[in-house]
């Protein structure tokens, strides 16, 4: 099925070890962004990607580090993992430039740092 | 910080229309309303957008206020499977479609 696809789906790190979480769509979207959602709360922005070749800071960058790899792939990496990073984290991707049809999201990768 | 207020939480009765309101008082002109649903801990799933004009598809009706203030998401007919967190989100277009979610409306449906 068409959509965006997230690995790993869980994962559990020991603080200060890093790992690339990867995403990847199907649709030939343009854009992509990485959101994290803490227990009870609304999904932040970490990072976007408008489009292939530029990369932005959201909400919540610190930590962080990502790579729009091609149209296809978005990969958020966390260099040294932290405690706080335990959190839900969720891929997406929208339409080409200026057409305004929603986004896609992935189903999460359960993140957590002990 | 997110640009819309709503409330924490709404029961609505099974077969009844649910109306989830959404305050977005500072609303620029570009900006469109979109509204996503979050069930249980999946990723967030679109449901409806709209700039100027009441919209409606196969999952609901948007209805925003003629000043664009607030508007409201109504589902027709609610069913058990409608139980999620409703999401209304402001965004215009700068490169792309940013969206900042605030904490939402949980909306338990009710048997």
């Known amino acids: 099925n068409a959509g965006v696809t997230q690995t790993p789906k869980f994962q559990v790190l020991k603080t200060g070890q890093s790992m690339t979480l990867q995403c990847a769509q199907d649709?030939?979207?343009?854009?992509m962004y990485w959101y994290r959602q803490d227990p009870g709360m609304g999904l932040r922005l970490i990072y976007y990607s408008a489009s292939e070749g530029t990369t932005d800071k959201g909400e919540v960058p610190n930590g962080y580090n990502v790579s729009r790899l091609n149209k296809r792939e978005f990969s958020l990496r966390l260099e040294s993992a932290a405690p706080s990073q335990t959190s839900v984290y969720f891929c997406?991707?929208?339409?080409?430039?200026?057409?305004?049809?929603?986004?896609?999201f992935g189903s999460g990768t359960r993140l957590t740092v002990v | 910080d997110a640009k819309t207020t709503q409330p924490p939480s709404m029961d609505c009765a099974e077969g009844r229309a649910a109306n989830l309101p959404c305050n977005h008082s500072?609303?620029?002109?570009?900006?469109?309303v979109y509204w996503y649903r979050q069930i249980h801990s999946q990723g967030p799933q679109y449901i409806i957008h709209?700039?100027?004009n009441n919209e409606t598809n196969e999952m609901a009706s948007l209805i925003i206020t003629e000043d664009r203030k607030s508007s409201t998401l109504i589902l027709p007919h609610a069913t058990l499977r409608d139980t999620a967190v409703y999401y209304c989100i402001v965004s215009d277009y700068s490169g792309t479609y940013k969206y900042i979610f605030g904490t939402g409306t949980r909306l338990k449906v009710l048997a």
């Open positions: 500072t609303i620029s002109g570009n900006e469109y």
């Open positions: 649709m030939n979207h343009n854009s």
């Open positions: 709209g700039l100027k």
């Open positions: 997406a991707s929208s339409e080409a430039v200026g057409q305004n049809y929603g986004y896609t």
